[in-house]
């Protein structure tokens, strides 16, 4: 972490969040999973430190901090909580989705607040028909008045249970496919015509709720996010973003795994000597170190150019197939290393697998990764 590109305020902005991670959020990373009770829980002490606006510049009450400086706290939280990490990203979806697509007045109506952690936001994009093709998305939102009309549903959305505004994806041309899709941002607590289910029951990640929603509700014309049909451009340029956190807590995880086999390693004895003693092992975690710096390299060259106006989808997509299928090898190894006892939820070698493996699933599954790297090949 200390070879990433920051500046000296940075770096110790990333030592004040590894300290938060390991005081407070490691402590009650295993009673979330177990009890999946809902991340927000630490959304305050997360304000105080101003977590809730890392991505977000000054100017909009956030902290400015660069691309890398960002990548480098996220998987500081990602390492001590996966489910905490989860909720922060979803959040900066719904901040990115406004800084990149809408003008200043709607700006200045949610971001300071959202930066502040006085609101939480959500990131509509996700139906069930449209998961890995957000382009066959069957919401609409039709001209009604001084406003929209939005009729559809989402699914898999983060946060939304909690949150204060939701920035929905929808179709205001549905026969212009990509290019007919608009945003807007829905406030659900006061909205009417907005249906939230109960949370998914999810094999990881027990503490980063996911829900489906349900609209068939009125927004004025001031809460649409840009022009319209100019929503599929930003959520491309959000998703880039997106992919480099989830290439984030991909290592921040796959870190908390290594240094896990490495301390056991140290102290199981068999036959009077420690298993590190062994050779066999030895490659077992340089293999994981290697991948574990591998998967960094990636990411940190996306999150170099980010917020440099320089597109970077296909490195972003280099990042996030990459790290998230290495940190699954990671974490598997680190757990055959723990024998019998990482199969018991007594470690969290367990809990690091099954947070893990939605990584290459969400914000496009490592098939659309492969996509999106091989039209950047072939263009």
Same mark, same amino acid.
């Given at each position: 972490?200390?070879?990433?590109?920051? +500046?000296?305020?940075?770096?110790? @902005?990333?030592?004040?969040?590894?300290?938060?991670?390991? /005081?407070?959020?490691?402590?009650?990373?295993? $009673?979330? /999973?177990?009890?999946? $009770?809902?991340?927000? *829980? =630490?959304?305050?002490? @997360?304000?105080?430190?101003?977590?809730?606006?890392?991505?977000? &510049?000054?100017? =909009?009450?956030? #902290?400015?901090?660069?691309?890398?400086?960002?990548?480098?706290?996220? !998987?500081?939280?990602?390492?001590? *909580?996966?489910?905490?990490?989860?909720?922060?990203?979803?959040?900066?979806?719904?901040? /990115?989705?406004?800084?990149?697509?809408?003008?200043?007045?709607?700006?200045?109506?949610?971001?300071?607040?959202?930066?502040?952690?006085?609101?939480?936001?959500?990131?509509? #994009? +996700?139906? &069930?028909?449209?998961?890995?093709?957000?382009?066959?998305?069957? +919401?609409?939102?039709?001209?009604?008045?001084?406003?929209?009309?939005?009729?559809?549903? %989402? *699914?898999?959305?983060?946060?939304?249970?909690?949150?204060?505004?939701?920035?929905?994806?929808?179709?205001? /041309? &549905?026969?212009?496919?990509?290019?007919?899709?608009?945003?807007?941002?829905?406030?659900?607590?006061?909205?009417?015509?907005?249906?939230?289910?109960?949370?998914?029951?999810? @094999?990881?990640? %027990?503490?980063?709720?996911?829900?489906?929603?349900?609209?068939?509700?009125?927004?004025?014309?001031?809460?649409?996010?840009?022009?319209?049909?100019?929503?599929?451009?930003?959520? @491309?340029?959000? #998703?880039?973003?997106?992919?480099?956190?989830?290439?984030?807590?991909?290592?921040?995880?796959?870190?908390?795994?290594?240094?896990?086999?490495?301390?056991?390693?140290?102290?199981?004895?068999?036959?009077?000597?420690?298993?590190?003693?062994?050779?066999?092992?030895?490659?077992?975690?340089?293999? *994981?170190?290697?991948?574990?710096?591998?998967?960094?390299?990636?990411?940190?060259?996306?999150?170099?150019?980010?917020?440099?106006?320089?597109?970077?989808?296909?490195?972003?997509?280099?990042?996030?197939?990459?790290?998230?299928?290495?940190?699954?090898?990671?974490?598997?190894?680190?757990? $055959?290393?723990?024998?019998?006892?990482?199969?018991?939820?007594?470690? &969290?070698?367990?809990?690091?697998?099954?947070?893990?493996?939605?990584?290459?699933?969400?914000?496009?599954?490592? !098939?659309? $990764?492969?996509?999106?790297?091989?039209?950047?090949?072939?263009?």
């Amino acid at each position: 972490m200390n070879t990433y590109p920051m +500046t000296d305020d940075e770096r110790a @902005m990333i030592d004040q969040v590894a300290r938060f991670s390991g /005081d407070v959020l490691a402590p009650k990373a295993a $009673q979330l /999973d177990e009890e999946a $009770q809902f991340a927000t *829980c =630490h959304l305050p002490a @997360m304000a105080d430190l101003g977590l809730l606006g890392m991505n977000l &510049p000054e100017e =909009h009450g956030g #902290l400015g901090l660069s691309g890398p400086a960002l990548y480098a706290a996220v !998987e500081a939280i990602a390492g001590a *909580c996966g489910s905490t990490a989860s909720m922060l990203t979803a959040h900066f979806l719904a901040t /990115d989705s406004l800084l990149l697509g809408a003008d200043a007045t709607l700006q200045d109506r949610f971001l300071p607040d959202a930066a502040a952690g006085r609101t939480l936001g959500a990131f509509a #994009l +996700t139906e &069930p028909q449209a998961g890995s093709n957000p382009a066959d998305m069957r +919401t609409v939102a039709r001209r009604e008045g001084e406003g929209y009309r939005i009729k559809g549903s %989402k *699914c898999f959305i983060s946060n939304a249970g909690a949150a204060d505004f939701i920035v929905v994806y929808a179709k205001t /041309d &549905p026969d212009a496919g990509a290019r007919g899709v608009s945003a807007f941002v829905v406030e659900p607590k006061s909205t009417e015509g907005v249906s939230i289910a109960p949370n998914e029951r999810t @094999m990881g990640l %027990k503490g980063g709720h996911v829900f489906g929603i349900s609209f068939d509700c009125w927004v004025p014309e001031g809460n649409r996010v840009g022009a319209e049909n100019t929503g599929f451009r930003t959520a @491309m340029k959000v #998703l880039d973003n997106g992919r480099i956190e989830v290439a984030a807590q991909a290592t921040g995880i796959a870190d908390a795994a290594l240094k896990a086999a490495i301390s056991y390693a140290k102290e199981r004895q068999v036959s009077g000597h420690a298993i590190s003693e062994f050779q066999g092992l030895q490659w077992m975690l340089a293999d *994981c170190a290697t991948e574990l710096a591998a998967a960094r390299a990636l990411a940190m060259q996306a999150a170099v150019l980010r917020g440099t106006g320089v597109r970077y989808s296909s490195e972003s997509a280099y990042a996030k197939l990459y790290a998230s299928e290495a940190a699954w090898r990671i974490a598997d190894r680190a757990l $055959q290393i723990h024998g019998g006892y990482g199969y018991t939820r007594d470690f &969290p070698l367990e809990r690091y697998l099954r947070d893990l493996r939605i990584f290459r699933i969400y914000e496009g599954s490592s !098939e659309i $990764q492969r996509t999106i790297i091989a039209r950047g090949l072939l263009a």
